[in-house]
């Protein structure tokens, strides 16, 4: 090779060098810029229906961002509306958030009908912001049973908080009534209601005025109580699969075999007993909800009101309010109020709240950015700030409540195994069974009435379930394969 060959090699080598190291340059810049390419998911959520639980979400998003600066959450917050009917629309149209709080009970139906992503595999793995272990096996197993749909074993949703419901009182008007021990049964309760009666005080502020997609308020709460207590020696005939809790399909067998009927004893004598308790609530429930039986009680127009945890801070805060706040479980429903009552306290405790789906549209990296969130607002971390500043209970099985006065109002409770007055079966029946049922207090629709029409829309819905989802007797109603 003669020298001017030589110089041509160098200049072409030389030249393809610059080619390819450019080249190599500007494919690391766009490897560089998507990395760095934010991803936008969109999250709606009626579980913040206060405007302290309101600012806790903007604070929790805020938390998130500064942990994962290239994920964006375009947050809107659904509180105060008819959430599962829009929600519903949006999932049947295509255009749902990519999260979406739901019930538990409605994420077993969608992940069961391909609209919600089935949750078990990212729960098998560890959890990034609770190290050490599977992230299912942080969180409490009471919850996760209440979450499994045994047909499937599939889980479309993870809760943020537990809830506990309890009574709280005012500690001035017990004193000024002469009541020094609080009641520890139902028959005792009654007892102290005749007292404040006498001195023409309201017992309890009743909201039944609804908000959302359950119409009638805290109705159902009363019948949920009543029917644990006169029922608790059914549940094991109802319980198909050893589970302890009574699944949506192991209704359908308790309908379809009798053994649920609200036109017969037990299920129909919880109605009377709840008319009888009506006589010392507030007047004017019916146009009462939750937040204005807050103030109600705050002003001291009632001595007690039947308490949600998510209310306390909202009790506590109160400007009205001018007396120290008691709090009391449930009391035991004993065979002194009913030959079948079982003596124990149903606090209406141990329910997963504020759950969270995914969007089966998720794929790739916004998939991958969904499930990070959800793991980070199932963390301890965020455990400690909704304790500080919401005063809601972790749902982690070792999570101690950092602050507020929620280890004062107790995290004891006996979790109900039928959830019959919730919208876990029908929602329509839940709303009839309160509507109804104010009709049914003020004297104008029969005990009869009241319970045919229950139980004839029950046996609708029970029948379309075994339709739609092929469960028979035979299969133990989707149990056998």
Same mark, same amino acid.
């Given at each position: 090779m003669n020298k001017r060959e030589i110089i041509g090699f160098l200049l072409i080598a030389t030249?393809?060098?610059?080619?390819?190291?450019?080249?190599?340059?500007?494919?690391?810049?766009?490897?560089?810029a998507a990395a760095q390419?934010?991803?936008?998911?969109?999250?709606?959520?009626?579980?913040?229906?206060?405007?302290?639980?309101?600012?806790?979400?903007?604070?929790?998003?805020?938390?998130?961002?500064?942990?994962n600066p290239n994920v964006k959450i375009e947050f809107d917050s659904m509180a105060g509306q008819d959430y599962q009917t829009w929600l519903q629309t949006q999932l049947v149209g295509g255009t749902a958030p990519d999260i979406y709080n739901c019930w538990t009970s409605w994420a077993k139906e969608y992940v069961k009908d391909g609209a919600a992503i089935d949750l078990v595999p990212y729960?098998?793995?560890?959890?990034?912001?609770?190290?050490?272990?599977?992230?299912?096996?942080?969180?409490?197993?009471?919850?996760?049973?209440?979450?499994?749909?045994?047909?499937?074993?599939?889980?479309?949703?993870?809760?943020?908080?537990?809830?506990?419901?309890?009574?709280?009182?005012?500690?001035?008007?017990?004193?000024e009534t002469g009541i020094k021990d609080e009641p520890e049964t139902y028959a005792e309760l009654i007892e102290v209601c005749k007292k404040f009666k006498a001195r023409n005080i309201a017992a309890f502020s009743y909201p039944l005025k609804g908000s959302g997609a359950v119409a009638g308020g805290f109705l159902h709460w009363v019948q949920r109580i009543f029917m644990d207590a006169l029922t608790d020696h059914l549940?094991?005939?109802? #319980? =198909?699969?050893? %589970?302890?809790?009574? $699944?949506?399909?192991e209704m359908v067998g308790? +309908?379809?075999?009798?053994?649920? #009927? =609200?036109?017969? %004893?037990?299920?129909? $004598?919880?109605?009377?007993?709840?008319?009888? +308790?009506?006589?010392?609530?507030?007047?004017?429930?019916?146009t009462m909800d939750w937040a204005a039986a807050i103030e109600r009680f705050a002003r001291g127009d009632s001595a007690m009101i039947h308490s949600g945890i998510w209310m306390v801070k909202r009790n506590h805060d109160n400007p009205y309010r001018k007396f120290d706040l008691g709090v009391l479980t449930w009391p035991a429903i004993t065979k002194?109020?009913?030959?079948?009552?079982?003596?124990?306290?149903?606090?209406?405790?141990?329910?997963?709240?504020?759950?969270?789906?995914?969007?089966?549209?998720?794929?790739g990296a916004r998939l991958d950015a969904a499930v990070d969130f959800l793991m980070y607002i199932n963390s301890e971390e965020v455990g400690e700030e909704q304790a500080k500043d919401i005063w809601m209970a972790s749902p982690l099985k070792d999570m101690i409540p950092a602050a507020g006065p929620i280890g004062e109002y107790g995290l004891d409770y006996t979790i109900s195994r039928l959830r019959l007055y919730e919208l876990d079966y029908d929602k329509e029946f839940l709303n009839m069974a309160n509507m109804n049922g104010?009709?049914?207090?003020?004297?104008?629709?029969?005990?009869?009435?009241?319970?045919?029409?229950?139980?004839?829309?029950?046996m609708q819905v029970t029948k379309n379930y075994m339709q739609e989802n092929n469960w028979t007797r035979e299969n133990d109603y989707g149990l056998k394969k």
């Open positions: 030249a393809a060098l610059c080619f390819l190291g450019g080249a190599a340059f500007a494919a690391g810049k766009q490897e560089g390419e934010t991803v936008v998911l969109t999250w709606a959520s009626a579980g913040f229906n206060t405007e302290p639980k309101l600012e806790f979400a903007n604070k929790l998003l805020l938390m998130y961002a500064e942990k729960l098998e793995k560890e959890n990034k912001y609770n190290p050490g272990g599977k992230w299912i096996d942080k969180i409490s197993p009471s919850l996760i049973v209440q979450m499994l749909d045994p047909t499937n074993n599939m889980i479309g949703s993870v809760p943020m908080a537990v809830g506990v419901n309890k009574i709280m009182y005012n500690k001035k008007y017990f004193e549940m094991d005939d109802l #319980d =198909l699969n050893d %589970s302890y809790f009574v $699944d949506v399909n308790g +309908f379809d075999k009798g053994i649920i #009927d =609200l036109t017969k %004893s037990p299920w129909k $004598d919880i109605y009377p007993q709840i008319k009888d +308790f009506s006589q010392y609530w507030l007047p004017g429930g019916v002194e109020t009913h030959p079948l009552a079982d003596g124990k306290h149903h606090a209406l405790g141990g329910m997963p709240q504020n759950n969270n789906a995914l969007n089966p549209s998720l794929k104010q009709v049914y207090l003020e004297g104008t629709l029969s005990l009869e009435d009241y319970t045919q029409g229950m139980q004839d829309r029950l």
